[in-house]
């Protein structure tokens, strides 16, 4: 018989040996040297290299380096189109502690590198968690000889997105590598560093659910924000009236009168300068700075044109206390600036050329001119007093912030500063290619949207919409819309548009996100009083679009079309039921003319239908809205215009 002492001293016996081992395990493990955990590992592409230049089998997992010929069997291709995912399984869970992405690129053949590389962890390969977004530290489109690049997330050097105190790995299973593509993107070799099992100070990172930025506080309350640009134009399209504005804040009848609001934001902004010499995002000088204030805020300027045009659609529509939301831009004071001008009369003029003076002195000329042009647009805006208008923020010209220029970082940061300091927010419109995206709440951004670039792309490939909506969910920043006054006049762009409009509902940009309207200058205008009733029913689509109830359309109508669009509205209380019933009996006679090849007849019975809705008795009895009549009138003149 075994004694109970005997049992529990040998139990306590094998505890401290299993604790007096535990630290030499530990240590040992501390003791690993980090190794690629990546080598000869197999991965997962979301689309293949091209045929051309293929993956020959694990390649970017093969230790072999390309050399700087695109020639070499070692470089992995990849052409345009949607932005590549490259995830790879550790078959377990590890700690790691860098990650590395190697690119070439040679500009004389068309290979670029990729404007950002972002890493990931996962635990379960479907929810990620964001490392790091990486920037090219090499200007892209640089001419000269090939040159290569690695894109590296180093915890010693970059820590975590969400600072995680004493972290020195993190403890993951999957990882993955996301790079953009432009004409054509090369790589070879993706390595994952780190040690096998639990390192101590190794952390799990919480996945993120991809979101865009919705409209809210973040964007002082604006859902739909117009870009109205008021610098110099040869044609005089920058100066601004308030019968042209009308169409921007209201949604127009065929007759342009008012019947309901459009967009509840109007940015104004400037690119060329007095003279048309100098670009506001570029290298704008005092003078130009200066010509732009007084033009916005002269007695009957821009800026009292846009009050005036929101004081008439607020009396007509029966809201005489509305206030229409402002955004007033930013000129960027660029590096490429020498003698900027002097700004506070000390007798030294600004310059902003860290090449020219220094770095310290460009920067300090920078703040001073962006602190007189903050108090240039506070003083005149309280002069005003625009009684129909709100100064909601402030934009940032650039389209571009290099992470890697310490002055950008803080000229940005000094502005946002005093954006804030006046309880306003701060926007900003990077393009697809801009540097800086990711981190815009750290260089202080309050609303951004994102330009796809897609509608003046060529050759124009839709998926770019796609990738550009995934990119701003990722970054959680909103969309701009973006299209010109070709959509009027040529099929192509018309498509383009078109594609916008679809891509809201297909990426869910219409519903959920803050979005930014690129317009030209006069795109919409044209539509809202064209007489071609194919181009005035592209600015109904986009009364429908602002309102979230558009669904996707081709350039067809029907009688079928017009039919979906009254059940739609009869959802949305905007029509009777019974009054519906009636224009869905009306629409289905139409319907049998058409298919009895009786055009002509079919085009008098739609006209009858056009008097219907518009009826003063009908609409005196709310069995239908004015606003709705007028979109039911655009679909019913396209459609007689094709008969």
Same mark, same amino acid.
């Given at each position: 018989?075994?004694?109970v002492?005997k049992?529990?001293f ?7 040996m299993?604790?007096s081992?535990?630290?030499n395990?530990?240590a040992?493990q501390?003791t ?7 080598a000869g590992?197999?991965?997962?592409f979301?689309?293949a290299?091209?045929?051309g ?7 970017l997992?093969?230790g072999i380096y390309?050399?700087m010929?695109?020639?070499d ?5 990849h052409l345009?189109g949607m932005?590549?995912?490259v995830v790879?399984?550790?078959q377990d869970f590890k700690?790691?502690n ?5 690119f ?14 972002s &890493?990931?962890?996962?635990?379960d390969g479907v929810n990620w968690?964001?490392l790091s ?6 200007q892209l489109?640089?001419?000269?000889p090939?040159?290569?690049?690695t ?6 050097a970059d820590g975590l #997105?969400?600072e995680k105190k004493?972290?020195?790995?993190v ?6 590598v996301t790079f953009m ?7 070879d070799?993706i390595?994952?560093?780190g040690i ?9 990172l919480?996945p993120e659910? #991809?979101?865009y930025?919705? #409209? ?6 604006i859902?739909?924000?117009a870009?109205?640009y008021n610098g110099?134009?040869?044609s005089g399209?920058?100066?601004w ?5 009308i ?6 009848n ?5 019947v ?16 048309g010499?100098?670009d506001?995002?570029i290298?704008a000088k005092?003078?130009?700075?200066q010509?732009y204030?007084?033009?916005?805020f ?6 009292w044109?846009?009050n005036e045009?929101?004081? =008439?659609?607020?009396a007509k529509?029966g =809201?005489p206390k509305h206030k229409?939301?402002?955004v007033?831009?930013?000129p ?6 020498g003698e900027f001008g002097?700004v506070?009369g000390d007798?030294?003029? =600004?310059?902003?050329n860290?090449d020219q003076?220094?770095?310290?002195a ?11 042009y903050?108090?240039?647009v506070?003083q005149?805006?309280?002069?005003h007093?625009y009684s129909s208008l709100e100064?909601?923020?402030?934009y940032w010209?650039?389209?571009?912030a290099?992470p ?5 970082t803080?000229?940005i940061?000094?502005t946002s500063?005093?954006v ?9 419109? #990077?393009?697809?290619f801009g540097k800086?995206?990711?981190a ?6 309050d609303?951004v949207a994102q330009q ?6 060529d050759p124009?490939?839709p ?6 909506a995934g990119?701003?969910?990722?970054y959680g ?5 973006e299209?010109d006054e070709?959509?009027?006049?040529h099929?192509t762009?018309?498509?383009r548009y078109?594609d916008y409009l679809n891509?809201g509902v297909d ?6 996100a803050y979005?930014?309207y ?8 044209d539509?809202?009083?064209s007489?071609?009733p194919?181009?005035r029913?592209?600015y109904d689509?986009m009364y ?6 558009y669904q ?9 079309? &017009?039919?979906?669009l ?6 949305l209380?905007?029509i009777?039921p019974?009054?519906?019933?009636d224009l869905t009996?009306r629409?289905q006679?139409?319907k ?15 006209q009858d ?6 009826d003063q ?7 239908i809205?004015?606003?709705i009549a007028?979109?039911l009138d ?8 094709r008969l």
């Amino acid at each position: 018989m075994v004694s109970v002492k005997k049992t529990g001293f040998t139990l306590m016996l094998a505890a401290v040996m299993l604790f007096s081992l535990a630290p030499n395990a530990f240590a040992k493990q501390e003791t690993q040297d980090p190794r690629n955990l990546a080598a000869g590992l197999s991965y997962q592409f979301s689309a293949a290299a091209y045929e051309g230049y293929p993956d020959s089998g694990n390649e970017l997992t093969d230790g072999i380096y390309a050399s700087m010929d695109y020639l070499d069997s070692a470089w992995q291709g990849h052409l345009r189109g949607m932005t590549r995912e490259v995830v790879f399984d550790l078959q377990d869970f590890k700690s790691i502690n860098a990650v590395k992405a190697h690119f070439m690129q040679d500009t004389d053949n068309g290979i670029f590198y990729p404007n950002t590389v972002s &890493m990931y962890v996962s635990d379960d390969g479907v929810n990620w968690a964001p490392l790091s977004h990486k920037n090219t530290a090499i200007q892209l489109w640089l001419p000269g000889p090939p040159t290569d690049q690695t894109f590296v997330w180093d915890i010693a050097a970059d820590g975590l #997105p969400k600072e995680k105190k004493n972290a020195e790995f993190v403890y993951t299973r999957y990882v993955k590598v996301t790079f953009m593509t432009q004409v054509w993107t090369f790589l070879d070799e993706i390595e994952i560093w780190g040690i096998d099992g639990k390192a101590r100070h190794a952390v799990k990172l919480k996945p993120e659910q #991809p979101a865009y930025l919705e #409209p809210g506080k973040a964007t002082g309350g604006i859902r739909n924000l117009a870009l109205l640009y008021n610098g110099h134009y040869d044609s005089g399209a920058g100066d601004w009236t308030k019968d042209n504005i009308i169409p921007y804040i209201s949604y127009v009848n065929a007759q342009g009168e008012p019947v309901d609001w459009l967009y509840d934001g109007v940015l104004y902004l400037g690119i060329r300068t007095q003279d048309g010499q100098r670009d506001f995002g570029i290298n704008a000088k005092l003078e130009d700075w200066q010509w732009y204030l007084d033009k916005t805020f002269a007695p009957q300027g821009d800026m009292w044109q846009l009050n005036e045009a929101a004081k =008439e659609v607020g009396a007509k529509l029966g =809201e005489p206390k509305h206030k229409t939301k402002v955004v007033l831009m930013v000129p960027n004071p660029g590096d490429d600036v020498g003698e900027f001008g002097d700004v506070d009369g000390d007798g030294v003029i =600004e310059n902003f050329n860290p090449d020219q003076v220094g770095a310290e002195a460009a920067l300090a000329g920078k703040q001073k001119a962006i602190d007189w042009y903050m108090h240039q647009v506070k003083q005149r805006w309280t002069e005003h007093n625009y009684s129909s208008l709100e100064l909601a923020g402030m934009y940032w010209m650039a389209e571009s912030a290099d992470p890697y220029d310490e002055n950008n970082t803080k000229i940005i940061q000094h502005t946002s500063r005093l954006v804030h300091q006046e309880k306003q927010k701060f926007f900003w419109i #990077p393009n697809f290619f801009g540097k800086g995206i990711f981190a815009w709440e750290k260089l202080g951004f309050d609303a951004v949207a994102q330009q796809p670039n897609y509608f003046f792309d060529d050759p124009g490939d839709p998926s770019r919409l796609q990738d550009s909506a995934g990119l701003s969910k990722q970054y959680g920043i909103g969309v701009e819309m973006e299209f010109d006054e070709k959509m009027n006049s040529h099929s192509t762009f018309r498509d383009r548009y078109i594609d916008y409009l679809n891509g809201g509902v297909d990426y869910g940009y219409m519903n959920d996100a803050y979005k930014a309207y690129y317009q030209g200058n006069i795109a919409l205008l044209d539509s809202a009083r064209s007489n071609d009733p194919n181009n005035r029913i592209l600015y109904d689509w986009m009364y429908q679009f602002v309102n979230k109830n558009y669904q996707k359309n081709d350039v067809n109508v029907s009688p079928e079309t &017009m039919a979906e669009l009254v059940n739609r509205y009869i959802a949305l209380n905007e029509i009777d039921p019974a009054f519906g019933n009636d224009l869905t009996y009306r629409l289905q006679i139409i319907k049998q003319l058409l298919d009895e090849n009786k055009p002509d007849e079919a085009a008098t019975y739609m006209q009858d239908f056009l008097a219907h809705i518009h009826d003063q008795a009908v609409q005196a009895q709310g069995l239908i809205s004015v606003r709705i009549a007028s979109v039911l009138d655009s679909y019913a003149q396209v459609l007689i215009h094709r008969l």
